[in-house]
């Protein structure tokens, strides 16, 4: 019978071996001593279509039309029209102060809007 001590010892060291390789391995030497070697081109990240059109576009609460409005998650069609029969605002944040839509709402959306002065 064997040492299970031994058995385990021996499997560990196998997994060392066959883990550590590849970390030693990837080490690069220059090729002329003294000398490093450029360092390797990646491109950036371009954001997705997606993400790019929602940072920078965002939905003017003074000019939106009923439509766009509703298109906002947890605005329907009574709280667009009164979205748009309550303007202007000078802040985005009204539309809680003059309880137009309720606070758990404009968490929702306050990202997405912004309300310009004209």
């Not at 060392?16 to 391995?25: K, L, N």
């Not at 766009?68 to 069609?77: I, Q, S, T």
């Not at 029969?85 to 990202?111: C, F, H």
């Amino acid at each position: 019978m064997r040492n299970p001590r031994k058995t385990i010892l021996a499997l560990c060291l196998c997994g060392a071996a066959v883990f550590a390789a590849p970390c030693f391995a990837q080490a690069v030497q220059p090729a002329v001593p003294g000398k490093a070697s450029p360092a390797p081109i990646t491109k950036p990240n371009k954001p997705k279509p997606a993400e790019s059109l929602a940072a920078t576009q965002l939905l003017d609460i003074n000019t939106a039309t009923e439509a766009e409005l509703r298109a906002l998650k947890g605005v329907g069609d009574i709280r667009a029209a009164n979205i748009i029969k309550n303007r202007p605002y000078k802040g985005k944040d009204e539309l809680v102060q003059k309880n137009i839509i309720p606070p758990a709402v404009y968490a929702g959306i306050k990202d997405k809007i912004i309300a310009k002065q004209q």
